[in-house]
């Protein structure tokens, strides 16, 4: 199965496409990249908070220890202190559910704006590829089979430019109805060069 095309200004553009395709995809990359550092950066508060309530329930926990071995009092006199070592766990949990949701967030956009753009070009590339791999495998089939290249030549006359056509012959239909050799290959190579194909170095004979 050819990926490319055998004619050198045909291979030339696929080249150049294929090139074009892999900066296009490493650039959206790059950007999606950056869009998830970018975003991740807003988690910076959550862990500050996280901090922030971890180092606050931790000096409280051990005030409370402190208190509670008063004599008589301890007990109750730790109560508060529990409490408010309960709400600033509270508070450190609030930063890590803020920097969990920064991170979900920032590798959803870092994956949309890679995949979006992406995909788009991919799919055209793809759909070029399989199209012009699927043609070229058709045409190598009849080359390989066919005794001659008269469909080649039809095509020719039904698909190519008219200016093209003239360049062959004054009147390429009537050459063809001939079955003039030489404007056969000349009108097969027309269509097989469209095709990124070459077309074989003798002309037909019947």
């Known amino acids: 199965m050819a990926l ?11 080249l150049v496409g294929d090139l074009l395709v892999v900066v ?13 550092e970018s975003v991740s950066r807003l988690a910076a508060p959550g862990r500050t908070l996280e901090d922030a309530g971890s180092s606050l329930s931790d000096s409280l926990g051990s005030a409370g220890d402190t208190v ?25 949990q609030a930063g890590v559910q803020v920097q969990d949701g920064a991170a979900q ?19 055209a590339w793809l759909r070029a590829r399989v199209r012009f791999v699927s043609r070229s495998r058709a045409a190598s089939r009849i ?22 056509l003239a360049a062959v012959s004054d009147d390429p239909a009537d050459a063809w ?22 077309a074989p170095a003798s002309a037909p004979r019947r």
């Open 105 to 123: 967030l920032a590798l959803l956009l870092g994956i949309v704006v890679v995949a979006v753009p992406v995909l788009l070009v991919l799919g």
């Open 177 to 198: 109805r001939r079955r003039d050799p030489d404007v056969l290959h000349a009108l097969a190579a027309l269509e097989l060069r469209s095709l990124g194909l070459r």
């Open 4 to 14: 490319y095309a055998q004619t050198p200004w045909r291979l030339t553009r696929q």
């Open 24 to 36: 296009w995809v490493v650039a959206w990359v790059r950007a999606g990249l950056w869009v998830h």
């Open 68 to 92: 509670a071995q008063v004599p008589l009092v301890g007990d109750d006199a730790r109560a508060p202190f529990d409490a408010a070592g309960g709400a600033a766990d509270s508070i450190a």
């Open 143 to 164: 080359l390989d089979s066919a005794a001659d290249l008269d469909l080649f030549a039809l095509r020719a006359l039904a698909t190519q430019p008219v200016r093209a």
